[in-house]
């Protein structure tokens, strides 16, 4: 099976552009969480999506949105671009049945830089 | 308060040794997941090894292993006859079950394997 996949894998953006990340799951897999890791904040979970639906928000912005189409894929978006959300954001994927025992699978990462 | 503490920044190990990165939890949750990922430095966050909090028995997974002192709360990962390959971010995750897909990590111990 193929790997959780995201593109654009960097990006250069500038202070109040805004940004769309996609994210496409490995095959049959309907949950898909979005992280921001930070050097300085490490890790953390923005959100995720099952079934076209938001099931689950960290405490973020409202400057951070996403969404899921039918065929899982999912975007995240974040709007008037600051300084601090030079990140790498990864995505990961799992079946979404299950509760916590599901292993999530993450991509390879976009990592974005805000000028 | 935090929830996944892992209190080694950084450790050296010799190759062909031994070595456990230390992991402690905090949750009121019966039901929980404990995850260990390896991070290289391009970024992907490679799943290692899960531990169910129902598990009795530790988890192991080729050369990975999970020390689960539940009544401590703790869930060190130890990594056997360790490899150069093995030099990278490792992280500490825990999912309980009433959050749906949201991983909680720890910061992280960086590990580097010396020839």
């Known amino acids: 099976k193929a790997g959780v996949t995201q593109t654009p894998r960097y990006l250069i953006k500038t202070r109040g552009q805004q940004v769309t990340l996609s994210c496409s799951p490995i095959?049959?897999?309907?949950?898909v969480s979005w992280y921001q890791q930070t050097p300085g904040q490490g890790l953390q979970f923005l959100f995720e999506?099952?079934?076209?639906?938001?099931?689950n928000k960290g405490n973020f912005p409202g400057r951070f949105s996403g969404r899921q189409f039918s065929n899982s894929r999912s975007e995240m978006n974040v709007s008037t671009l600051e300084l601090g959300d030079s990140a790498l954001y990864l995505c990961?994927?799992?079946?979404?049945?299950?509760?916590?025992?599901?292993?999530?699978?993450f991509g390879p990462g976009t990592r974005l830089l805000v000028l | 308060a935090q929830k996944i503490t892992q209190t080694q920044p950084g450790m050296f190990v010799q190759e062909k040794e031994a070595v456990t990165l230390d992991c402690t939890y905090d949750?009121?949750?019966?039901?929980?997941?404990l995850f260990w990922y390896k991070q290289p430095s391009s970024g992907e966050m490679i799943f290692l090894i899960y531990?169910?909090?129902?598990?009795?028995q530790n988890a192991t997974e080729g050369r990975y292993s999970l020390n689960f002192q539940k009544a401590r709360k703790s869930a060190n990962l130890v990594i056997s006859a360790s490899q150069l390959g093995d030099s990278a971010m490792y992280f500490c995750?825990?999912?309980?079950?009433?959050?749906?897909?949201?991983?909680?990590f720890g910061q992280g111990t960086e590990l580097s394997v010396k020839p």
């Open positions: 990961a994927s799992s079946p979404g049945t299950g509760p916590y025992q599901e292993t999530q699978y």
């Open positions: 095959s049959g897999h309907r949950s």
């Open positions: 999506y099952f079934s076209e639906t938001q099931r």
């Open positions: 949750t009121s949750d019966q039901s929980y997941g």
């Open positions: 531990q169910g909090s129902y598990d009795e």
């Open positions: 995750a825990m999912r309980e079950n009433n959050q749906g897909g949201k991983l909680i």
